[in-house]
Nanobody, 127 residues
Framework: QVHLAESGGGMVQAGGSLRLSCVAS????????MGWFRRAPGKEREFVSA????????HYADSVKGRFTISGDNVQNTVHLQMNALRPEDTAVYYC????????????????????WGQGTQVTVTS
């Protein structure tokens, strides 16, 4: 079993910054990637960013490119999301996910490829 714990959420004014962190513990030896998704009120959970442990490739949703930066350490199974220039539309619960195994056709932007999730951390951006 794998446990994910997020931290760093909070309330900030538009234009401000927050840094989210996620630590994975348990049976993480086969993990291939970690990522962040978010769910705004009344909306589906959507992809934000992901990092692959193979080669360190990063992926971003178009809505956060240039503002958010993902980083991580596959030895310590931690991932961070530096969020700058925050907007009210970034308000959501942010979830950390872990991809446990490599699979053919794996898509890090697809939440179905993530086997484990944290409980989420609230990010609120005020105008």
């Amino acid at each position: 079993q794998v446990h994910l714990a997020e931290s760093g959420g909070g309330m900030v004014q538009a234009g401000g910054s927050l840094r989210l962190s996620c630590v994975a513990s348990g049976r993480t030896s086969t993990s291939v990637a970690m990522g962040w998704f978010r769910r705004a009120p009344g909306k589906e959970r959507e992809f934000v960013s992901a990092i692959s442990w193979s080669g360190g490739g990063t992926h971003y949703a178009d809505s956060v490119k240039g503002r958010f930066t993902i980083s991580g350490d596959n030895v310590q199974n931690t991932v961070h999301l530096q969020m700058n220039a925050l907007r009210p539309e970034d308000t959501a619960v942010y979830y950390c996910g872990l991809v446990a195994y490599h699979a053919a056709g794996m898509d890090l932007t697809d939440r179905l490829d993530y086997a484990y999730w944290g409980q989420g951390t609230q990010v609120t951006v005020t105008s």
